[in-house]
């Protein structure tokens, strides 16, 4: 297809990063599968190489699509000892939660070294795993309800982290 005499490109090759994302995602289990599987497409995306994933974690290839095969899944009981070996591994622990001292996802300066925590769909992070929190980044809300969906919200929070981070 051409527009002005320019051949308009449907899809380009991913951009190639410098190094490898010092990123990981580490989720609580989630209740939805679908929510999951969206959220590993988007770690794709974003050249994410590893998610940790706590309770009956499944992806459906379908939804993951790509991302099934660019992020190394690795599933685990429960999110707190993980969040502890982050940690000792020198990740900033980073929630996305809404709390009384989250910064507005749009002021966070992310830490390249950052493992980017994603609470359960409705009950979010549990106290015991805010208490470990470095930082919990929020995304600003201005209807109803009064959160995103929690695929939704981490695509934002990862492009953020991507976008300070382009390569």
Not at 21 to 32: G, K, Q, T
Not at 126 to 136: G, N, Q
Request: aromatic share 6%; net charge neutral; with cysteine.
């Amino acid at each position: 297809m051409t527009d002005g005499g320019f051949e308009q490109v449907r899809h380009r090759p991913p951009t190639p990063l410098d190094a490898p994302r010092e990123l990981v995602v580490a989720c609580a289990p989630m209740r939805s599968n679908v929510n999951l599987s969206t959220i590993a497409r988007t770690a794709g995306c974003c050249g994410v190489q590893r998610m940790i994933v706590c309770g009956h974690a499944k992806l459906d290839r379908t939804i993951a699509r790509d991302g099934a095969d660019q992020v190394r899944l690795e599933v685990r009981n429960s999110l707190a000892p993980v969040l502890r070996t982050l940690r000792g591994d020198g990740y900033r622990l980073v929630g996305l939660e809404q709390t009384t001292n989250s910064t507005d996802l749009h002021h966070y300066a992310f830490p390249r070294r950052t493992a980017l925590v994603i609470g359960n769909e409705r009950a979010g992070l549990s106290d015991d795993e805010l208490a470990l929190m470095d930082d919990c980044v929020e995304i600003p809300v201005w209807g109803l309800p009064y959160s995103y969906n929690v695929a939704t919200a981490t695509s934002m929070a990862l492009y953020e982290y991507c976008r300070q981070f382009p390569s």
